[in-house]
Antibody
Framework: EVQLVESGGGLVKPGGSLRLSCAAS????????MNWVRQAPGKGLEWVSS????????YYADSVKGRFTISRDNAKNSLYLQMNSLRAEDTAVYYC???????????WGQGTLVTVSS | SYVLTQPPSVSVAPGQTARITCGGNNIGSKSVHWYQQKPGQAPVLVVYDDSDRPSGIPERFSGSNSGNTATLTISRVEAGDEADYYC????????????FGGGTKLTVL
């Protein structure tokens, strides 16, 4: 059974940093591109970042470019999102999602809430 | 950037058919994926590549895509289908290249 479990969310002040993790199991993690997708309270889904299976290709939404860094450790079956210079508008539930055929998200984690507030 | 437009809400009585649209410029040339999200839960893929269903998704869920509109159709709607539904495309010429629609709240009357 495919499982994605996020952790690392919490309350942080504007300008602060946070590192999210996503532990993957039930599939060959190193064979899949992975993504972070977020959802602000009461709002829709917003793609944040993606990373290819070997970390060769990395992409970011303009809204987080230069502030967030995606990475992965295939030996640990883990995906990460380092978030710096956080803003109130980054407040959201952050989901880890597996990329299938590089076009669709076929499995999602349960999400971790990030709240940026003073 | 590429824009996907969904109606904010759709209402349907139990047992009837719900149709949720997703509009985009020449969307018929792209593969459209649909997600169901119930309150407090993560999204679930219900239709991919316009009309295919992942394993475990009931046949009541189907999709179509042509011209400027893609449609998710839910037949014989049940109370448990009440949720938010999002369409999504991947567009290599767009920035960002992953685009979600704004979401549609399906209410079962």
């Amino acid at each position: 059974e495919v499982q994605l479990v996020e952790s690392g969310g919490g309350l942080v002040k504007p300008g602060g940093s946070l590192r999210l993790s996503c532990a993957a199991s039930g599939f060959t993690f190193s064979s899949y591109s992975m993504n972070w997708v977020r959802q602000a309270p009461g709002k829709g889904l917003e793609w944040v970042s993606s990373i290819s299976s070997s970390s060769s290709y990395i992409y970011y939404a303009d809204s987080v470019k230069g502030r967030f860094t995606i990475s992965r450790d295939n030996a640990k079956n883990s995906l990460y999102l380092q978030m710096n210079s956080l803003r109130a508008e980054d407040t959201a539930v952050y989901y880890c999602a597996r990329y299938n055929d590089l076009t669709r998200f076929d499995y999602w984690g349960q999400g971790t809430l990030v709240t940026v507030s003073s | 950037s590429y824009v996907l437009t969904q109606p904010p809400s759709v209402s349907v009585a139990p047992g009837q058919t719900a149709r949720i649209t997703c509009g985009g410029n020449n969307i018929g040339s792209k593969s459209v994926h649909w997600y169901q999200q119930k309150p407090g839960q993560a999204p679930v893929l219900v239709v991919y590549d316009d009309s295919d269903r992942p394993s475990g998704i009931p046949e009541r869920f189907s999709g179509s895509n042509s011209g400027n509109t893609a449609t998710l159709t839910i037949s014989r709607v049940e109370a448990g289908d009440e949720a938010d539904y999002y369409c999504q495309v991947w567009d290599s010429s767009s920035d960002p290249y992953v685009v979600f629609g704004g979401g549609t709240k399906l209410t079962v009357l």
